[in-house]
């Protein structure tokens, strides 16, 4: 467990396959790719301490938590399916991830609660890179496709630059064809306090004119928006577009520069 700290940020990469676990631009699915630098590659260490130690682990993208499922995997793939979820109750087991180390080296093994292990797929095929849950009890085998080398990522001090919004010729038009979420907001004070609430249809993705649509509601100059994936999901920075399904999402918003912000840990994915 010693490579997992909590609030810290990690890589997983496949021993196997030498990729990282990428959180989905769908918001929902997880698969293996070799870009390192990559926000999509980082995940947040969420330690829960119950009758024992778990890692969760949420994405630095989107928020979510990482869950295996009880439906079966893709074809072509080991096992059960893997993606994101909300942390939505107290106590999920599906988000619920048990470390232990490997036979050899530093890599680890993660375990689910009810004793699946995450595992890399496509060892013979190479197109196959996506990821699943494994119940050890079918097969008795530890495949040294569940090896897991972790990464730490260091924090920045800064948040890193939004991506720019795509160029519109005609943003008035196009905009208002472009699909529609509502977005659940509450802003919070200089010292991370809840206070008032609110709700606004937004079109599209980028995470740039969300900032601004909100800057101007709120009436501020400078924001910092997180996204909270459930009741207990803990607020993850939000620094990329939203992604590609239109699903509510949920948002603390406070001003930039207070003591709530400097809470907010930023990883420096291009670190080396």
């Not at 990329?240 to 994915?269: K, M, N």
Request: aromatic content about 8%.
């Amino acid at each position: 467990m010693d490579q997992f700290q909590d609030g810290h940020h990690v890589r997983l990469r496949s021993r196997e396959r030498g990729m990282y676990l990428h959180a989905d631009e769908d918001g929902h699915g997880v698969f293996l790719h070799h870009r390192r630098a990559s926000m999509n590659a980082a995940w947040v260490v969420h330690l829960y301490h119950g009758h024992a130690e778990y890692v969760l682990l949420h994405s630095a993208a989107y928020g979510r938590y990482l869950a295996a499922t009880d439906a079966p995997a893709p074809l072509g793939h080991r096992g059960l399916r893997v993606e994101l979820r909300d942390y939505a109750q107290p106590e999920v087991q599906a988000i619920m991830w048990k470390a232990d180390g490997a036979d050899s080296g530093n890599d680890v093994l993660l375990w689910q609660f009810t004793g699946r292990c995450l595992r890399a797929n496509g060892r013979y095929l190479s197109w196959n890179n996506g990821v699943s849950a494994e119940d050890i009890e079918d097969t008795y085998i530890v495949s040294t496709m569940m090896h897991w080398v972790v990464e730490p990522i260091p924090a920045m001090e800064d948040m890193p630059p939004l991506p720019r919004p795509t160029g519109l010729l005609f943003p008035g038009i196009l905009t208002a064809l472009l699909p529609s979420r509502l977005i659940v907001y509450v802003r919070a004070g200089a010292d991370g306090t809840r206070m008032n609430h609110g709700a606004l249809v937004f079109r599209g993705r980028s995470v740039v004119r969300l900032r601004k649509k909100l800057m101007r509601r709120l009436d501020v100059s400078d924001l910092v928006m997180c996204v909270e994936a459930g009741t207990f999901g803990r607020p993850t920075p939000l620094v990329v577009d939203l992604p590609r399904s239109v699903r509510d999402l949920h948002i603390v918003v406070f001003a930039a520069g207070t003591p709530a912000h400097a809470e907010v840990r930023y990883p420096d994915v291009d670190a080396v």
